[in-house]
């Protein structure tokens, strides 16, 4: 009976081994073809490794099955190259659950360079997602790009030059940006109708707008939520805006280190933000009619704390600069003041909660805050009532670590 | 083994190919449609008669669409299959629930000059569609240039085609056939791969069988000429239920057919609604377009891009009453880049006819997103 359930064991054990192949995939004629066939016919478990070099592609690539790995050899050395795309939406399209991404680069993508969708369980380390001729509206959209997906993890990679954001995480649940570098895009990094999500520990320079908090009317999941931006430095993203008219960002003042649109319990502390041209910190209501009775458009519960601020509103952007013609000076945070707005007609009226507390600033003491006091969400800003008096020093409960499992 | 045994089984042989050319041709190979995994050449299931896939076997119904899925103007050919007593479920809203054995036979084809598209059609590829019992495969059968031959080709295929269109011009593409993952790109529904034609109200129209043969208890029946299809369906035994008066939707090309809006809605549901619908891979983008969706706002009436990018072309909104020309689902229905197109998968060209009719229904539309005609 024992030899038997050793041999047993013996079996199940080279099975699993047998189970968890790896496909090489070396640059050159017929990589695109052994690639997206490995893509396709890889079972869970499986690692797909890219080889040393350019891989030179025609057609976006697509993964479908569960816990695969695709890996390079680093992201300056094994390149999915989609200059001369034909075909695809994105790079490289992911929609199952438990997907491995590592140590390769997305590089021209037409689209989006990698877009994951409504998953379960997704890892990009060491990824560089890039548009090489730097910034320039005719871009893909965003570069590492997971829509819809539980158990988010985004650590040690590089997003340049998308002409929305680098690094987006968008209706997602359970978030981890970690030790990225987003440099030269319109948004660094923007978590956008997102529930409970730790950005920390990341670069964010030389965008339009360095990290965005964001909340949109009209999608399947809004009201975000629980979101803390921490240890990140966040400088000098004075990049003018080059994002497409129509879309959000475009509305971006260039020169923003943090901006926070909307969303309910965004702790931002203990970064380094400063050299952002308009303002460090904008902290702003949705200013967009919208039809969509659940949304609510007001940033509640906001915490700014030990944040070490910079010079700013040394170059305000965008609609902001008719304040600074106003002869408004330049706060390192600065609020619309909204507390009110209209759904469909019928106003409402939220207990808005925003500290700022034991931030230290260059330019001397705790760093500035001014409230424009446009009380309705939306309204123009040529009905501001400047005030710059702190916010009541409240408590506001800090949302919980994130803690992913990948 | 002596001389006489080997004679003997050689006289069984010959008689047994007798009498099986005497019932005529061997019936559609269900182990064929079951097997994990799937035959290489299309012929293996014999859903044909004849070497050029143009006469059904028994059991196989040819089929057609009041609006197809337009895919860059490709003439399809349509057929169902199933199992000998087995019938698909009707339901008036969503694609019918079919029985487990079922092959949605698909081949696309262009004709040298598609004024005729009834000369010199030269198959690309047979797109297979099998319910098993753990759902839906889907399987490209790629012909060969003899056109005698389909070989399965799941990561996909490019085969350069050149036809005449419609408007006399010379086209020159090369047709992409989809590898298994593109095929989901459409056929998905919460992940899981699902059929977009055949509804009831897709399938509610007359169709000219000819001269078609099926048979009942060993006996051929023979239908001909114009029959309305859902009853015909019925007639046959492969659907349960046609009630008298199902949902249709019009042919989006006829204006006899059906109003300015219903025509484009019925477009927007047959070639966006597999995505944009709230079960859909572009769910979260907040569009819905499928038929049954009322609420113009979800339709894209003033909404806002999400995640359009530069595919936005700098407009504000998706539709914008009154200004086709602002308006980013014709923007992008209009474009032939493939980081602005839609759809993002299945085309090449831009389908001027479908421009025609949204950039109508879309400069007639008022505020509330409805069409006075």
New interface residues.
Partial sequence: MKILIAALAATLCMVGQAEARTWRIRPGAGAE?AL??A???ARPGDTVRLARGRFELS??L???IDRVTIRGEGEDRSILSFTN?????EGL?V?SDGVVLRDFAVEN????AIKV??CNGITFRGVRAEWTRGPN??????GL?P??CTNVLIRDSIARGA??AGI?V??SRNIIVRDNVAELNVAGIEIENSYNADVFNNTATRNTGGILVFD?P????QGGHSIRVFENAISNNNTPNF??????VASVPAGTGVLIMANRGVHVFKNDIGDNGTVNVLITAYR?EF?DANYNPLPRDIMIRDNRFGNTGFAPAGELAALAQMGVAFPDVLWDGATLFSVRGTPRNESVRIVMRDNRSSRGGQGSFLSLGVPVAGAPLSEAAPDPSFPPLLAIAEPEEVRIRN | MNIWRVLLCLVAFVALVASAAALGPAPVNQAAIASERPPELLSAYRFFSDVGAREPNTGVTPYDLNTPLWSDGALKFRYVFMPPGAQARYNSETVFEFPVGTVLIKTFAFAADMRQPTENARFLETRLLIRRADGWIALPYVWNEAQTEARLSPAGAGIPVSFTDNEGQNIALDWAVPNRNQCKGCHDRAGEITPIGPSARNLNRQYDYGRFITYEDGHEVVTHGEQDQLAAWAEFGILDNAPQFSPFVPSAYDAHSGSLATRARAYLDVNCAHCHNPDGPAHTSGLDLRWSQSDPALWGVMKRPVAAGRASGGYDFSIEPGHPERSIVLHRMSSDDPGVMMPELGRQLVDQRAIALIRDWIAGMDANGRVRE
Avoid: H, K, M
């Fill in positions: 073809q997206q066939t893509l396709i016919e057609s976006g697509s993964l479908d795309q034909r075909r695809g939406a399209l929609t993508a037409r689209g989006d969708r409504d509206p005719e871009n893909g959209a965003y790009y829509v819809n002409s929305d987006y968008g209706q949109l009209g999608l399947p999941q994002a497409p008219a129509g879309n959000i967009n039809q």
